[in-house]
């Protein structure tokens, strides 16, 4: 542990509620203390007893983020790379689960000797390894640390045990802790109200952590009396109340703590040197993102709809690319169910009643067979109308699915995930694998090469022959089928360095203005100031069918 002494660290809690954005305001951190030069990481802390959440239902805990080395982490990893643009890793992301994990290994192995293994000192060391790993790994000066939950949850209890010993082994000049809760305003009497952040902090205190910074959500701004208020009952001083209201836009958060003086808070706390910050580029992308000159609608036809979360990354990845092109993308999430019909007759009137005013469509990944015949319905709809198309991971095997019964002719062609039956398994289990695998961790993970044929869109779009983009899947193209694709006029324009996998499908650009469909995982890429190509390259066939 002594390799971090002179490492930073920013520990953020929150309290009152959950879902107060404390991973928005770790990742605005993040990018603050960038642009002034510091290497930078993020670390989610996250009490459930789950290992990772990749067995997670999306409903319960959103999109799972799966970072470049392969790991299926939380969605808040997603905001932190966008962000601080940079790969995280592995490390970056801790769970209750994978530390009793590790510590129980270890108990059984016989590593600790036989003594007694207790949550103090077995399980908090496991903890502070891990955030210590964090900075080592991501060679960083700096690593903000965001604990999942709220202060008072049962299981956060041992993570909180871990950042107070932090203060002690590294020294009160290298952490700060910074405490996130809610003022709410009640309507009734248009009144702001403290007493929820005083409980909190105090709740806080009692685990042994005073706050050197309070961030303080609201809807409505903090006057100079309820800051006063808050510094008083919170011995935080009251330059160091700082409000965070409700944005428009999340890449707006930044700008509003730095013009409060935030970073300067922490570098008095930490005893960093005062660096200007050039927010120069990060103003001018929200100044176009405020000011579009065109508009589209773009449809995302999912199985997870009724959350917002499950499909952050897509919609993100398609507002990085609408920016980058000056354009307002309107996302319409339509339920792949509501496109499933028990006639083909009806199943049609519902696919065109749904879709035909969209400008283009996205097909995102999944797991399972519910909606699928409406995803598969949806690829249909869009080769046959020229609606431009893109296709994730599952996406892109819809549509093989859906070339194959339509052009092909091969009458219930199907994947071996939904019909292992099938006379035409036109997408089919990783070779070599079994289905008595485990579901944890045993899918194709992370950076795979891909290279790009010459002259095809995805080749056009990366500017490039070769790339490597991260999978989260199990099942892959049957090369069985190949020839037969090829000769119909499906393009397989991204291959595996060794040409076992398919990586990109896509229709020539004179036979539809945009149908791609790519194995990988895209959107996991992309960033505000540097866009996907492929989401791009999207973006821009749709505005070149728009203008004729």
């Known amino acids: 542990m002594s390799n971090s002494k002179n490492r930073k660290f920013i520990f953020i809690t929150g309290g009152v509620v959950s879902s107060l954005g404390k991973g928005i305001i770790a990742s605005s951190l993040g990018l603050l203390f960038k642009e002034r030069g510091f290497a930078v990481t993020i670390q989610k802390l996250d009490p459930y007893l789950n290992v990772d959440p990749g067995t997670m239902n999306p409903y319960q805990h959103g999109e799972v983020f799966v970072t470049a080395d392969g790991a299926e982490t939380d969605l808040d990893l997603g905001h932190y790379e966008r962000f601080i643009d940079r790969n995280l890793l592995r490390v970056n992301n801790v769970t209750a689960g994978s530390i009793y994990s590790a510590v129980l290994q270890k108990e059984r192995q016989g ?31 700096i690593v903000i640390v965001e604990v999942g939950g709220t202060v008072g949850d049962i299981e956060s209890l041992i993570f909180l045990e871990s950042i107070r010993q932090m203060k002690k082994d590294v020294g009160a000049n290298n952490t700060a802790y910074i405490h996130v809760t809610l003022v709410p305003n009640l309507s009734a009497t248009n009144e702001l109200k403290t007493k929820p952040t005083q409980h909190s902090v105090e709740m806080l205190r009692s685990k042994g952590i005073i706050p050197d910074i309070l961030i303080c959500r609201s809807d409505k701004s903090l006057s100079e009396q309820i800051k006063q208020k808050l510094s008083l009952f919170t011995d935080v001083s009251e330059d160091s109340v700082i409000e965070c209201l409700d944005a428009k836009s999340i890449y707006e958060v930044p700008l509003n703590l730095e013009a409060q003086g935030l970073i300067d808070r922490l570098s008095d706390k930490l005893a960093l040197p005062a660096r200007p910050c050039d927010l120069t580029q990060w103003k001018s992308w929200i100044d176009k993102l405020k000011n579009p000159q065109h508009r589209l609608k773009i449809g995302i036809i999912g199985k997870y709809i009724n959350t ?17 092109e000056r354009t307002y993308v309107k996302i319409e999430m339509i339920s792949a169910e509501s496109l499933c019909a028990s006639s083909e007759s009806t199943k049609d009137e519902a696919v065109a009643e749904l879709l035909a005013d969209l400008d ?6 999944g797991f399972g067979d519910r909606g699928i015949e409406g995803k598969i319905a949806t690829v249909e709809y869009a080769r046959e109308h020229k609606l431009p198309f893109l296709g994730l991971c599952l996406g892109m095997q819809c549509a093989v699915i859906e070339f194959a019964r339509n052009v092909l002719k091969f009458s219930r062609a199907n994947s071996t995930e939904f019909d292992p039956e099938t006379a035409y398994p036109v997408i089919d289990f990783l070779p070599g694998q079994s289905n008595e695998l485990e579901k944890g961790g045993t899918m194709r993970l992370g950076n795979y090469p891909c ?23 199990r099942y892959e193209f049957n090369n069985t089928y190949l020839d037969s694709f090829r000769k119909a006029g499906l393009s397989f324009s991204g291959l595996s360095p060794d040409q076992k996998f398919v990586e990109i499908v896509e229709l020539p650009l004179g036979a539809h203005p945009f149908f ?14 540097t866009p996907h190509p492929i989401f791009r390259a999207m973006i821009k066939a749709i505005l070149a069918k728009k203008q004729g």
């Open 308 to 324: 917002g979360d499950a499909y952050i990354s897509v919609v993100e990845a398609l507002r990085h690319a609408a920016v980058a």
């Open 451 to 473: 290279k790009l044929q010459s002259g095809s869109q995805a080749q056009e779009a990366y500017g490039a022959d070769a790339v490597l983009e991260r999978h989260r899947h």
């Open 111 to 141: 590593d600790y000797l036989g003594g007694t293994v207790q949550m103090v000192p077995q399980v908090s060391n496991e903890i502070k390894a891990r955030i210590h790993s964090a900075v080592e790994q991501t060679d960083s000066e």
């Open 360 to 365: 283009g469509i996205v097909v995102p990944g």
């Open 516 to 529: 791609v469909g790519t194995q990988f995982h895209p959107e996991y890429r992309s960033r505000p100031l």
